[in-house]
C-alpha cells in the first residue's frame, strides 16, 4: 500500500506562485498514474489534473490549464503541482491520489488518499 502526503500549500496573493509535493512512502508510485484533486469549503473534491505513469501524458481541469503544470520525479517517488498566476478561487485543501490508468478524473478511480495541504490565495 502506498501512503502519499502532499505539502506545500501557504498563503500568497493573488497572481503569486506555488508548487505543491506529493510524496510517497511504503511502495514505489512509478506503477501508477497521479491525480491532483481540490476541495473547497462546502464544495465537492474537484479534480485539478493527473500524469500518466511514464509523465509523458497530462491532463487539466479547463480552469487550471496554462497555469497549473504536473511533473514527477520518479526517483524521488514524488509528483508536483507547479501553480503560476494563482487566483482566490484556487483557494482549497490540495490532495494527491493514485489511480490505475491516465486520463481518469472521477475520485471514486483514485486511491492512497492522504492529507491534503491547505492554499490560500487572497485578493
Known amino acids: 500500500q502506498v501512503q502519499l502526503v502532499a505539502s506545500g500549500g501557504g498563503l500568497v496573493q493573488a497572481g503569486a506562485t506555488l508548487r505543491l509535493s506529493c510524496a510517497a512512502s511504503?511502495?514505489?508510485?512509478?506503477?501508477?498514474?497521479m491525480g491532483w484533486f481540490r476541495q473547497a469549503p462546502g464544495k465537492e473534491r474537484e479534480f485539478v489534473g493527473s500524469?500518466?505513469?511514464?509523465?509523458?501524458?497530462?491532463y487539466y481541469t479547463n480552469s487550471v490549464k496554462g497555469r497549473f503544470t504536473i511533473s514527477r520525479d520518479s526517483p524521488k517517488n514524488t509528483v508536483y503541482l507547479q501553480m503560476n498566476g494563482l487566483k482566490p478561487e484556487d483557494t482549497a485543501v490540495y490532495y494527491c491520489?493514485?489511480?490505475?490508468?491516465?486520463?481518469?478524473?472521477?475520485?471514486?478511480?483514485?486511491?492512497?488518499w492522504g492529507q491534503g495541504t491547505q492554499v490560500t490565495v487572497s485578493s
Open positions: 491520489a493514485h489511480a490505475p490508468q491516465a486520463g481518469l478524473w472521477d475520485p471514486g478511480s483514485f486511491g492512497s
Open positions: 511504503g511502495r514505489t508510485m512509478s506503477g501508477y498514474a
Open positions: 500524469i500518466s505513469r511514464s509523465g509523458i501524458s497530462t
